[in-house]
């Protein structure tokens, strides 16, 4: 459990609100001036219809006694249809070099996230299966800053909103 004052450590040092719409990943300088406002309006459309919060870690043990560390997010559906999914991706860094890529795809059930409604999730991952650049940031103590990337969202009558693949 050595990694457990580190994990500590990032939810201290990891930016505690972020939002979806805080930055996305840039452009390449080469994609067309259209794309890159059609994507600002996706993302204006992702930020309309959710709002995600980053609220630290925990961590704990699975039922085989195997370290685990939990990923806690708030969503709360802040537009009027239902999501039946909400799709982004966690990018953790330390000195501006990504040591983790968590990507989240999470469902909610039939009736989906109503508009208004808010939950908060645990997401699980096993300590072991955490890269090792992320394990030796987090036993440094170095900083660690999020980046969450609008992916998508699928709402309950089968319309999709696609931000970034």
Avoid at 41 to 69: A, C, H, T, W, Y
Avoid at 112 to 136: H, N, R, S, W, Y
């Amino acid at each position: 459990m050595k990694l457990f004052p580190a994990l500590m450590a990032i939810t201290l040092s990891a930016l505690v609100a972020v939002q979806a719409n805080a930055k996305t990943a840039q452009s390449s300088k080469s994609t067309a001036k259209q794309t890159e406002t059609s994507k600002e309006v996706l993302l204006k459309r992702f930020n309309q219809s959710i709002s995600l919060q980053f609220l630290g870690v925990d961590s704990g043990v699975d039922e085989q006694k195997q370290p685990m560390i939990s990923f806690k997010y708030k969503i709360k559906n802040v537009g009027k249809k239902a999501i039946k999914t909400v799709h982004w991706a966690s990018n953790f860094l330390s000195d501006k070099k990504l040591v983790l890529n968590y990507d989240i795809p999470v469902n909610f059930n039939k009736k989906g996230l109503v508009g208004g409604q808010e939950v908060q999730i645990a997401l699980p991952i096993p300590v072991a299966k955490l890269p090792k650049p992320f394990i030796t940031a987090t036993n440094n103590g170095s900083k660690i800053d999020l980046l969450n990337v609008a992916k998508s969202i699928t709402y309950v009558d089968g319309s999709r909103l696609v931000v970034n693949k």
